[in-house]
């Protein structure tokens, strides 16, 4: 008698968490349609054919992108605007942009065939990207390579079209997936996403988030395991891939998915309903969005304003800089959106490394601590007079503040005050409206010496806004994004706190508005010790807010209080991060609730 076949092994793969849930479901393996690309010369004789070969392609794929732009249509909220500014994004760059120049200059002056030269310009400009130090711009350099890859299928007249036909409940698995694909997925078929590649700040991160599809990207070895038909389950909360999962470990995760869903439903009865402390202290919770369809989650969460608008999108995946005009419309968009829920627009925080082929600037040999954000504006005054110039125009239809991101002196924001006052009186010449009065100008505290100079930056300035990550990363000297030292992140670090303690103060002194915008914000461990601390103003990722406003309504304000001084007298992070934590477990309020919906 035959031997029956041995069952699947259990494997257990980790990556990064980037959209909670969990997903149980059957693998559909999604492999690459990377095609292998043979260079060939070509004679000069048929140059000018080659080139009109490259252009037909080019043409062909600005109609493929206009299909996927009409089927985004029928998307809701973020993720049709996600997936609409990447396909702008490639018809620009389908557009005489740097790819199709560059492709034709490489036919002409190397006299290769088109394939070849769009595989060594895409991978020119990817590597452009993937070197840059801001982790979204750097995930752009997939975007590159997917439209690549769409050119070349193109020249060599291989379509491809996947997930067409897909099983109820697929899990895919991939090495990759282009966020066009995953904004096209089908949320009642799909259950999940888990991909080799890929980080919290791609599209197809975000898109998953829009879509609410649990997903798991950056997981090593994941196509080496994969079979198509196994069963997996994704798990969204702690960042785990579970390839044939055993009968008590799938029972295990079926009972997480329930109480998951149960928990999330509970919390939805939260939207409406305000962020008080038990003892009647009022919170306010706003949320960090970085397109404009994201008003609508945002709102949906019970998003009290806009804490953080990042106005990099705008710049993003273009070789030019967009006017007045543009900016205005994407600003107005947001405001209107929110209706009447306070605005607060970051200017534009990139450094030079992240804009050279577009503005001309040289990032210096070390771009974090060079020529970027608020340096770059001042630098660049075209850049932010045109910039000031549309957030004034947007503040006729609702309430706004400018941030200006940064800032580590008085002279730079008097210097970008001076140029908002140049503005306007350029405006009022010209009868624009505005509000009136001016809408505040705030720093973002996220260096050490703004927080320690926070006296005199507070009386320079309408309000604070304490940027945490940054403000751990520069005070501690860790790049978390450096696997080395990832590990000693961490925002309890005393030195941390006692610069946002030194912030807070000094706005209490001068009577204006702090709020913390960092992940910490988002995270319900730390909200006793903000509050304690005396922030009153939280800003966050919109999928944040249920959680921590269950926190806020769980707190007793004046415990809070005590527990963050006895957390300042401490010298030891370990010792602080036991208070933090033994303080939650006592008080009750960091619950299962919170546990469920959070990372580990």
Not at 270 to 284: H, I, Y
Not at 455 to 481: K, P, V
Not at 535 to 547: E, G, H, Q
Request: glycine share 8%.
């Amino acid at each position: 008698m035959p031997h029956a076949a041995a069952p699947a092994r259990e494997i257990v793969l980790t990556g990064m968490a980037v959209s909670r849930g969990i997903a149980i479901g059957t693998v559909y393996r999604h492999d690459s349609d990377h095609v292998a690309v043979a260079e060939t010369r070509i004679p000069a004789s048929r140059l000018a054919a080659e080139k009109k070969r490259f252009a037909a392609a080019v043409e062909t794929a600005q109609g493929q992108v206009a299909q996927m732009r009409a089927k985004a249509e029928g998307l809701d909220g973020a993720a049709a605007e996600e997936l609409g500014y990447l396909l702008d994004a490639y018809q620009q760059m389908l557009h005489g942009s740097r790819l199709v120049r560059g492709v034709e200059g490489r036919i002409e002056s190397e006299r290769i065939n088109a394939e070849a030269a769009v595989q060594h310009e895409i991978d020119s400009i990817a590597h452009v990207f993937e070197a840059m130090e801001d982790s979204y711009l750097s995930g752009r350099a997939a975007d590159v390579r997917d439209l690549g890859r769409r050119l070349i299928r193109n020249l060599i007249g291989r379509d491809w079209k996947p997930f067409q036909t897909l099983p109820k409940n697929s899990v895919i698995l991939g090495e990759e997936l282009t966020p066009a694909d995953t904004a096209l997925l089908d949320p009642k078929v799909v259950a999940g996403i888990a991909t080799q590649l890929g980080g919290a700040e791609s599209h197809t991160a975000i898109m998953a988030r829009s879509l609410g599809l649990p997903a798991v990207l950056g997981v090593a070895e994941l196509m080496r395991h994969a079979r198509s038909g196994d069963v997996v389950v994704i798990d969204g909360r702690n960042g785990r891939v579970v390839l044939n999962p055993s009968d008590d470990l799938l029972d295990a995760y079926r009972k997480m998915r329930a109480d998951f869903l149960r928990t999330r439903r509970q919390l939805s009865r939260l939207k409406d309903l305000p962020a008080t402390t038990r003892d009647g202290q009022r919170v306010q919770l706003e949320a960090n969005i970085e397109l404009p369809g994201e008003v609508a989650s945002a709102l949906a969460a019970g998003a009290e304003g806009i804490g953080l608008l990042r106005s990099e999108f705008l710049f993003m995946n273009r070789d030019d800089v967009p006017d007045e005009d543009e900016q205005f419309a994407a600003y107005q968009a947001v405001i209107q959106g929110m209706g009447g829920r306070e605005v607060t627009i970051r200017t534009l925080d990139v450094g030079g490394d992240k804009l050279a082929h577009g503005l001309g600037v040289n990032p210096g040999p070390n771009p974090s601590l060079g020529l970027r954000a608020v340096r770059l504006s001042l630098a660049r005054p075209e850049l932010l007079e045109a910039q000031l110039a549309a957030i004034l125009r947007a503040s006729a239809f609702g309430r706004v503040r400018i941030l200006v991101p940064m800032v580590a002196t008085v002279e730079e924001i008097q210097a970008v005050r001076a140029t908002l006052e140049k503005v306007v009186r350029r405006l009022k010449r010209a009868g624009v409206a505005m509000a009136d009065p001016l809408p505040p100008l705030g720093v973002m505290i996220e260096v050490p010496g703004a927080a320690l100079g926070a006296d005199a930056l507070a009386f320079n300035s309408d309000f604070f806004s304490i940027g945490t990550n940054d403000l751990t990363q520069y005070t501690l000297a860790i790049d978390r994004a450096d696997e080395a030292v990832a590990s000693l992140y961490n925002p309890l670090h005393p030195a941390v706190l006692r610069l946002i303690q030194f912030t807070t103060e000094a706005a209490k002194r001068a009577r204006i508005p702090v709020a913390v915008c960092g992940e910490v914000a988002g995270d319900p461990r730390y909200t006793a010790l903000l509050l304690g601390l005396g922030i009153r103003d939280l800003s966050m990722s919109a999928t944040n807010i249920a959680v921590v406003k269950q926190r806020v309504r769980g707190l007793d304000l004046s415990a809070a209080s005590r527990m963050a001084r006895l957390v300042m007298e401490q010298s030891d992070a370990a010792r602080i991060a036991g208070l933090v934590d033994g303080f939650s477990s006592a008080d009750g309020a960091a619950d299962r609730a919170s546990a469920a919906l959070m990372p580990t």
